[in-house]
């Protein structure tokens, strides 16, 4: 995909660009490429951006760490308003209270709008903060320790299997 030239917009009929999705973003691995739609309006002091696209991708999950496929879906809209003073430098103090409405988005009137970034973004937005395989997963499985073969004579925890090997490392430390 290509960028935008805002002012082009303007020549096209309803001021609306469409564009068919259906490949690879720049710094997203996904399994399948992403498909659907983007939509771009201009009207007048504000584009009216939204998207239906899906794509799959594999995480890992956050108890067991097993990786599994999961299936992204957008179904997004957003304004990005257009001001004369969106490129230019920010020379106010370096810390200040910034209120809720200006967290927005905004480009120069006479600069472009590039679809891949603007659907990379929404695309990372849109991947679970809260990463589990399934609603019912145990997490990672902790293994008992063969005590009768200890030598200290001492009841030893469930331990994880992945220290196993700092665990013979620590054994050949001297005391």
């Not at 957003?78 to 480009?107: H, K, Q």
Request: glycine share 4%; charged share 25%; proline share 6%.
């Amino acid at each position: 995909m290509e960028a935008i030239h805002i002012p082009f917009l303007l020549k096209l009929p309803q001021h609306t660009d469409v564009i068919e999705v259906n490949e690879s973003i720049e710094g997203l691995e996904t399994l399948t490429p992403v498909r659907g739609r983007l939509e771009v309006t201009h009207e007048g002091n504000y584009l009216d951006v939204s998207a239906e696209a899906e794509t799959i991708i594999t995480l890992t999950c956050d108890r067991c760490l097993k990786q599994y496929n999961h299936r992204l879906t957008l179904n997004i809209s957003e304004l990005v308003w257009l001001d004369s003073s969106a490129n230019e430098p920010d020379n106010g103090p370096l810390e200040r209270e910034i209120l809720l409405e200006d967290l927005v988005e905004t480009l120069h009137p006479q600069g472009y709008f590039d679809p891949n970034i603007w659907l990379y973004e929404q695309l990372c937005l849109a991947i679970p903060p809260r990463q589990l395989c399934d609603s019912k997963c145990a997490g990672i499985l902790a293994t008992e320790r063969d005590t009768a073969s200890s030598t200290d004579g001492l009841h030893h925890s469930p331990t994880d299997r992945r220290w196993q090997a700092l665990e013979i490392f620590k054994g050949k430390l001297p005391s």
